[in-house]
């Protein structure tokens, strides 16, 4: 049965934002705040960087509010930081991300001023930007959510998230599907799912954790990774994709959101996200770590696998 | 002692990626030791199982490799401190992805063999072997290399004189 | 183009026996880049080596594959031969068809394709080789040590007879660390003193060690060969080079109560002191805590009564900056105590003993300082509550060790043989008085260690109960100590005057953060790591940093100095070379494609890695990127692996050469 979700909140959560950025900004806290604001159809939103505390007004929150702007701090606005502090709006998801770039040495804590969303969820697309938020229309990720409360912000609006109802755990059934599956059927599957991919790396370049400035599959002296769009290179880039992203993703499901082919890139993700939590008891958090499961052991790590 | 070895209708390919100080030293004894064991292994050294990136084996399985063999130093005994115990996560990790999207995991072998253990080699590298000969060939990349259908292969020998020209 | 020669061997017959030599150098003739194939009887001997030498003149050869045995058994030689002849040595590789091939198969074909495939597995890789220049660090050939206990003090007198400079730096006023403070010493019952303090004075007066006592280690830089230390001395407020040493300041000081925690607080000093009358430097110093011109300003009696005028109140910290080769780290132990139950301590503590609320329990170096001839009762076995000779003693032995639950589960070592001892110095002081002592197990071995402690219950009559001690508690002035025997299965109970308290070693305070300073690695206890276990027991990982006594482990005398000697050893192989080479075998940042996550650094486990500022022109900053210290790292590649962009390469070991190796099969 499909129900409403009560994002009523979102307004008020509006507000805070707004008088919190303008806030920062008129007392130069910061020099600017990456947020939201609304697009040209109705109910979309998209990015916006705002560096005056007239433009406060501008910013909004609602739940077509899919981007992970943590992005923009290492990649397309990779000199923003370097005019002092700015501000920056996180959901749950996106600070997981954020405090892994952290750990990543790629952002520093100081110089920037995090404004936290009590989050109750978004779309799974914007297709449909101004459709209700429902147990149907939700994202995927926001099914399996365990931190719609940021910890750690400098300014959280004082609102509850609404509680979300009994959701269908959407990846976590599909992972079982597959695993369910025999070794070739598996290999059906994902061999279709690859074999879509036109590697137009939508998905690297929204990824916050693709911040190397020369990826692996655009190398050819040796060439790591096949680059035509083409079976046997696309299960590579797959693979090692998933791979690199392995004990860093945080889950924000960006990539697969924005993966013109829908290939279910956050499966693979969260497949990754579940060995890790079962093999190293180690999963991605708001609390910044010293170093990763995969650039860290422990002399008794389970070796049942190894002869 | 030359006995006539029965002929197989399938050889598969194994291909093995040791470290030196101990897997490769072990196949070394095994080697002085004069053991017995099936030709079909090729071995690539490194200088520790912590150099051996996960990219390597996708390349040999694209390469046409039937069963692979990941093998080092027992924990403790790695000859830089610690590069057994990353590799140990990174594997424990890739081959659960591998499982994943379908690949049997039969067909890949990890294992611990010290500078002392030639017959440990000699019984790792045999029963892989046997095992990955009774699978049959490892299908799955060479169809995915035959559906290439324009090669897009960079390594070609005409573009790899331009390489070296440059 | 390469122009590459592969030189195929027989190995008398051990190759060629199995593998058809010429049909592999025919194959590998016609490989792409393979200018000139030939097979030898015996390519390493003397004519082999040279038909390789020749070749590459005659034949014009950029690269060498030499096909025979392991390279385990001849890279080095026949790289050798390669530079002979003018050829980067690295440029030359084997392929193993020996061991891997001719040995291990019988069928003459299938080991003649597998040796076929081999060479031409290698004949790609070496295109890919580059050339590495040897690596050559200069080695400053003056080597530091960390702590003056016996073990520094054994280590920086080796190291210096050899003739060359040592800087010594401990922490307390004088040099002599826990040796200093024993009595006399099993198993032969020596005096410490006695055998200690020529040792102490001989560091003072070697011209080739410069001593800091009252000192610290405030920061670490560099690699081996060449580390820059800087050394915090504290303020004295005594200058050194002023100071006679009369010692006049401690008569006048009017402060004279202050507990000695050289004495283990049995005996008491003055605000200027020595530790210890034998002290190494012979120079006092002031407690500032405790003197009355620095806590009221007036005084300065000391001052006055000082004739060549050394006390200086306005004395500074002074941070020095020493060039070193080498690090010794030997900063000792310290006894784990119940009362003071440090922050991070493993141990769960040992409310049950009493230790701290009852005066007469007490632990195994207090004690010592009771039987010392030079200490606070000249040697008279007195208990501290009221200075009555005890006649019934308690010894209990592992302490805080040996007790997972507790927090400790390695062996101290050491308790077993110096209670021991003291159920001897007891017997031999007290006469009519009864040693009692309750042991788990007795783990004596060492040359004369279980004949010392035969001894013990033997002639000198202590009695051993072999069980744990339950509980135990005062009762008037006796303490009542319960206990079981499990060896004949029956309670026990004493009442006994004094109770000696075995109490685990452990490192010393801030150990760890010693460690962090120098890089090295410790265990869960703060411990030392050395390198391994076994083959590598007095070298840190961290290339140039040696370890020795008990702040690798619970150690007693004979073996802690036997370790600083071999520690000093270690050191002198350093020095005997002025540059060190090594192979380039090394991880290299491409600093173009690095994004500065540090993955690699968290990896590599010999801080290897560094972070370094790249800046523009104008000094602006424009990135941080990993860079890797060619003197530090071990070339192991675990960076490599890790590096999702792999923009950090191990020469030798490139991913060039491993895809050319893969995509040759
Ligand atoms: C009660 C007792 C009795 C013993 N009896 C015997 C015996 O009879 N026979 C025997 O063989 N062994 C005996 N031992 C063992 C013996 O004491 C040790 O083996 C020996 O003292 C170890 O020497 P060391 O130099 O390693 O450490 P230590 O003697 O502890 O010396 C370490 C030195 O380093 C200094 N230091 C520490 N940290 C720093 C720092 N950060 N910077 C600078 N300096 C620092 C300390 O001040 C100290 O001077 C006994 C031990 C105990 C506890
Ligand atoms: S896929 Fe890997 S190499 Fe490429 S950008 Fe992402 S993390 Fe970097
Ligand atoms: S891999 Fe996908 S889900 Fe994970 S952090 Fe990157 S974009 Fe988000
Ligand atoms: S976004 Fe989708 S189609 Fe594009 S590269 Fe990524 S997986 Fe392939
Ligand atoms: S070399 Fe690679 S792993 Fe190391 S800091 Fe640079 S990008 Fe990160
Ligand atoms: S090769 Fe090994 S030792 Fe060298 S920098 Fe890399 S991880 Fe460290
Ligand atoms: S050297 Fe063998 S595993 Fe590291």
């Known amino acids: ?307 | 002692m030359h006995s006539e070895k029965p002929k197989h209708d399938f050889e598969p390919k194994i291909i093995a990626f040791v470290c030196t100080w101990c897997t490769y030293a072990g196949a070394d004894l095994a080697g002085t030791s004069r053991m017995q064991y099936p030709s079909n292994v090729r071995v690539l050294k490194f200088p520790c199982t912590g150099r051996i990136d996960p990219v390597f084996i996708l390349k040999a399985f694209q390469q046409g490799a039937d069963g692979i063999l990941v093998s080092g130093c027992h924990p403790g005994d790695c000859h830089y401190i610690a590069g057994n115990y990353h590799a140990r996560r990174r594997f424990a990790v890739f081959r659960k992805l591998l499982e994943f999207i379908g690949v049997d995991l039969n067909r890949i072998q990890f294992s611990w063999v010290s500078a002392a253990e030639g017959g440990k080699w000699v019984e790792v590298v045999t029963d892989l072997t046997e095992r990955v000969r009774a699978m049959g060939p490892m299908v799955e990349f060479k169809d995915l290399v035959l559906e290439e259908q324009w090669s897009g292969n960079l390594n070609n020998p005409e573009l790899q004189a331009v390489y070296e020209a440059m | 183009m390469s122009r590459i020669g592969v030189f195929i061997c027989h190995c008398g017959e051990n190759i060629s026996r199995t593998v058809d030599v010429e049909q592999v150098a025919a194959q590998a003739a016609l490989m792409p880049g393979v200018a000139f194939a030939v097979d030898y009887k015996y390519m390493c001997s003397d004519p082999g080596q040279n038909l390789v030498k020749n070749a590459i003149t005659e034949h014009r050869l950029t690269h060498v594959v030499v096909a025979a045995c392991s390279p385990r058994m001849h890279e080095r030689t026949f790289r050798k031969a390669v530079e002979q002849a003018g050829l980067n040595p690295f440029l030359c590789e084997m392929a193993n068809i020996r061991e891997h091939c001719s040995w291990v198969h019988e069928d003459r074909e299938e080991a003649t394709d597998k040796a076929i495939e081999i060479v031409g597995m290698l004949v790609e890789r070496v295109k890919k080789n580059r050339v590495l220049p040897t690596i050559t660090v200069p080695v400053t050939k003056r080597a530091l040590v960390i702590g003056g206990g016996i073990a520094g003090i054994q280590a920086a007198l080796d190291i210096a007879d050899a003739g060359h400079q040592v800087v010594l730096v401990e922490r307390e006023p004088s040099i002599g660390g826990h040796m200093a403070q024993l009595s006399e010493t099993f198993p032969t019952l020596d005096c410490s003193q006695c055998i200690m303090t020529p040792k102490m004075v001989d560091v003072a007066n070697h011209p080739n060690i410069t001593l800091h006592t009252y000192s610290e280690i405030e920061q670490v830089d560099g690699y081996i060969g060449n580390f820059q230390i800087t050394v915090r001395k504290k303020a004295r407020s005594v200058d050194e080079h002023k100071c006679t040493g009369c010692g006049v300041c401690m008569t006048k000081c009017p402060q004279k109560k202050i507990p000695n925690s050289f004495d283990c607080n049995l005996g008491t000093r003055t605000a200027i002191y020595v530790p210890f009358p034998q002290a190494v430097p012979n120079v006092p110093v002031i407690d500032r805590e405790n003197c009355t011109m620095f806590k009221s300003g007036k005084c300065g009696v000391c001052q006055k009564a000082c004739g060549p005028g050394a006390v200086d109140f306005e004395q500074q910290d002074q941070l020095i900056v020493e060039p070193v080769g080498a690090i010794v780290v030997s900063t000792g132990f310290e006894l784990y105590r119940i009362t003071e139950k440090t922050k991070g301590s493993p141990i769960k503590g040992y409310g049950e003993f009493g230790h701290g609320k009852i005066p007469d329990v007490i632990d195994g170096m207090t004690f010592e300082r009771l039987a010392s001839a030079s200490g606070p009762t000249g040697g008279k076995i007195q208990r501290p509550s009221d200075g009555k000779e005890p006649k019934q003693v308690v010894f209990i032995q592992c302490v805080g060790s040996r007790s997972r639950e507790k927090g400790i589960s390695y062996c101290s070592k050491v308790c077993c043989m110096y209670t021991a001892k003291h159920t001897m110095l007891y017997h031999h002081k007290v006469h009519d008085g009864q040693a009692y002592v309750f042991f788990m197990d007795a783990r004596v071995p060492g040359k004369s260690y279980d004949e010392f402690w035969r001894r013990a219950i033997e002639d000198e009559e202590a009695v051993y109960i072999r069980g744990m001690v339950s509980r135990l508690y005062q009762k008037g002035d006796k303490i009542v100590v319960m206990g079981s025997d499990i060896s004949v299965g029956v309670q026990v109970e004493i009442e006994a005057d004094l109770v000696v308290l075995a109490t685990a070693v452990q490192p010393q305070k801030g150990a760890d953060l010693l460690a962090q300073k120098l890089g090295i690695s410790y265990d869960k206890y703060n411990f030392y790591s050395e390198a391994h276990a076994k083959l590598r027991p007095v070298e840190c990982a961290t290339a140039g940093i040696y370890l020795a006594g008990a702040c690798q482990g619970p150690k007693d005398i004979p073996d802690t100095v036997s370790q600083a000697s071999a520690a000093a050893a270690k050191v002198m192989t350093l020095f005997a070379k002025d540059k060190l080479e090594r192979e380039p075998i090394v991880a290299r940042v491409k600093e173009s494609g690095c994004v500065g996550c540090f993955a690699c650094k968290k990896v590599c486990a010999y801080g290897a890695i560094e972070e370094k500022e790249i800046r523009d022109r104008q000094g602006n900053l424009v990135k941080v990127v990993a860079y890797v210290n060619p003197g530090v790292c071990a070339g192991c590649g675990t960076c490599q692996a890790t590096c999702p962009s792999k923009s950090v390469e191990l020469d030798g070991y490139t991913d060039e050469q491993i895809v050319a190796m893969i995509e040759a099969l």
């Open chain 1, 1 to 307: 049965m499909t129900q409403t979700i009560d994002i009523s909140s979102y307004s008020a959560i509006t507000d805070a934002i707004r008088n919190e950025a303008r806030r920062i900004l008129s007392d130069s806290t910061v020099s600017a705040v990456i947020g939201y604001t609304a697009g040209r159809r109705k109910g979309s939103t998209q990015p916006i960087v705002i560096t005056t505390a007239d433009d406060a007004d501008q910013l909004i929150f609602s739940a077509a509010c899919l981007n992970d702007l943590v992005v923009y701090l290492t990649k397309a606005k990779k000199d923003v930081p370097k005019g002092g502090r700015i501000g920056i709006v996180v959901k749950g998801c996106d600070l997981k991300a954020l405090v892994g770039l952290l750990g990543e040495s790629q952002l520093k804590r100081e110089n920037l001023y995090l404004i936290g969303i009590p989050c109750s969820g978004v779309l799974g697309s914007l297709l449909k930007p101004a459709a209700e938020l429902t147990t149907e229309t939700i994202a995927s990720k926001c099914c399996e959510c365990t931190d719609q409360l940021p910890v750690g912000c400098d300014f959280v609006p004082t609102v509850t998230p609404t509680p979300l109802p009994d959701l269908e755990k959407r990846y976590a059934n599909e992972i079982a599907r597959l695993e369910a599956m025999n070794p070739s059927e598996r290999w059906e599957f994902w061999k279709e799912q690859f074999s879509k991919c036109i590697k137009c790396y939508a998905c690297r370049q929204v990824c916050p954790f693709c911040f190397c400035e020369q990826c692996l599959c655009d190398r050819n002296r040796p060439q790591m990774v096949e680059q035509t769009p083409r079976p046997l290179g696309n299960t590579a880039w797959h693979l090692m994709r998933a791979m690199h992203l392995a004990g860093r993703c945080a889950g924000c499901g960006e990539c697969e959101r924005v993966c013109p082919m829908d290939i279910p890139l956050n499966l693979l993700n969260r497949k990754m996200a579940k060995e890790l939590k079962e093999l190293f008891n180690s999963e991605a958090g708001f609390e910044v770590r010293e170093a990763g499961p995969l650039t860290s052991y422990r002399e008794d790590d389970d070796q049942s696998f190894i002869r």
